[in-house]
């Protein structure tokens, strides 16, 4: 009985980000759980792969080239999809860089992959949701992947700290708006997750210690487990849920 409450069947799901890492993570996942799928990302190549992998589970999915940081390109891809149940505001960027040593061009354009597109893409994505007469009554659930690093300071972070920061004062925000639609806002923060764009810091050995005796469980978390909570959060099994943060951080916020 309970178990059907994760089911995600009839829904759509939107990811952004989808090619690699996180996002082809939650793509799959979403669509294990029965979701039909439309994934976003800037490669093609990236794309027609995790198409393959989620076609093994009999849904149906979509996918777009898209820059994030071009509005109407955005605009355009989301007026072609008919419907959006689901959003996993992905796609996000990083480079660590030392507070006095930020490059003015990294400032501004993690800025706009990381909050402005996170937000013209969940406002896009809202709009069509509002425009099924009876989304009240199905609901509706955005997660914005955020990071531990929206809830404590780090080490050569401090851009990403504002931005991570910034998503989850989005999300709070957007969860109070969307209520009255039955629309859930949440966010999602891992800990380390070893994927393409961490596993080049991770690198360093130094790091890579500095940061395991951080996290009380002593390891990085697992893609699965990140995607786990997305599809989570996506269910009906979070119904009562909305305008908060699910940390999978190994317990590193606790202490």
């Given at each position: 009985?309970?178990l059907?409450?994760?089911?995600?069947k009839?829904?759509?799901?939107?990811?952004?980000?989808?090619?690699?890492?996180?996002?082809?993570a939650?793509?799959?996942?979403?669509?294990?759980?029965?979701?039909?799928?439309?994934?976003?990302?800037?490669?093609?190549?990236?794309?027609?792969?995790?198409?393959?992998?989620?076609?093994?589970?009999?849904?149906?999915c979509?996918?777009?080239?898209?820059?994030?940081?071009n509005?109407?390109?955005m605009?355009?891809?989301?007026?072609?999809?008919?419907?959006i149940?689901i959003?996993?505001?992905?796609?996000?960027?990083?480079?660590?860089?030392?507070?006095?040593?930020?490059k003015?061009?990294?400032?501004?354009?993690?800025?706009?992959?990381?909050?402005?597109?996170a937000?013209?893409?969940?406002q896009?994505?809202t709009?069509?949701?509002?425009?099924?007469?009876?989304?009240?009554?199905?609901?509706?659930?955005?997660i914005?992947?955020?990071?531990?690093?929206?809830?404590?300071?780090g080490?050569?972070r401090s851009v990403y700290?504002?931005?991570?920061h910034g998503?989850?004062?989005?999300?709070?925000?957007?969860?109070?708006d969307l209520a009255?639609?039955?629309?859930?806002?949440?966010?999602?923060?891992?800990?380390?997750v070893?994927?393409p764009?961490?596993?080049?810091?991770?690198k360093?050995?130094?790091?890579k210690?500095?940061t395991?005796?951080n996290?009380?469980?002593?390891?990085f978390?697992?893609?699965?487990?990140?995607a786990?909570?997305?599809?989570?959060?996506?269910?009906d099994?979070?119904?009562m849920?909305?305008?908060?943060?699910?940390?999978?951080?190994?317990?590193?916020?606790?202490?």
């Amino acid at each position: 009985m309970y178990l059907k409450k994760y089911n995600l069947k009839n829904k759509v799901a939107v990811i952004t980000g989808a090619g690699k890492g996180l996002g082809k993570a939650c793509a799959v996942a979403l669509a294990e759980a029965g979701s039909n799928i439309v994934i976003i990302s800037r490669t093609q190549k990236d794309l027609n792969q995790v198409s393959k992998i989620i076609k093994k589970f009999k849904v149906k999915c979509n996918s777009y080239v898209c820059d994030l940081t071009n509005y109407n390109q955005m605009k355009l891809i989301i007026d072609k999809i008919p419907k959006i149940d689901i959003l996993v505001n992905n796609a996000g960027t990083n480079f660590p860089e030392h507070f006095t040593e930020v490059k003015r061009s990294n400032l501004e354009y993690m800025v706009k992959i990381n909050n402005i597109a996170a937000f013209n893409f969940a406002q896009l994505c809202t709009l069509k949701m509002l425009k099924a007469k009876n989304r009240k009554k199905i609901g509706g659930a955005i997660i914005n992947m955020s990071s531990q690093m929206g809830h404590v300071g780090g080490p050569i972070r401090s851009v990403y700290n504002m931005n991570k920061h910034g998503l989850e004062g989005l999300t709070k925000g957007m969860a109070i708006d969307l209520a009255k639609y039955n629309i859930r806002v949440n966010s999602v923060c891992p800990t380390f997750v070893i994927t393409p764009m961490t596993s080049k810091f991770l690198k360093d050995k130094r790091f890579k210690k500095e940061t395991l005796n951080n996290i009380p469980l002593g390891r990085f978390a697992e893609m699965s487990e990140i995607a786990s909570a997305v599809v989570f959060l996506a269910s009906d099994a979070a119904s009562m849920i909305t305008g908060t943060s699910l940390l999978v951080d190994g317990g590193w916020t606790a202490k």
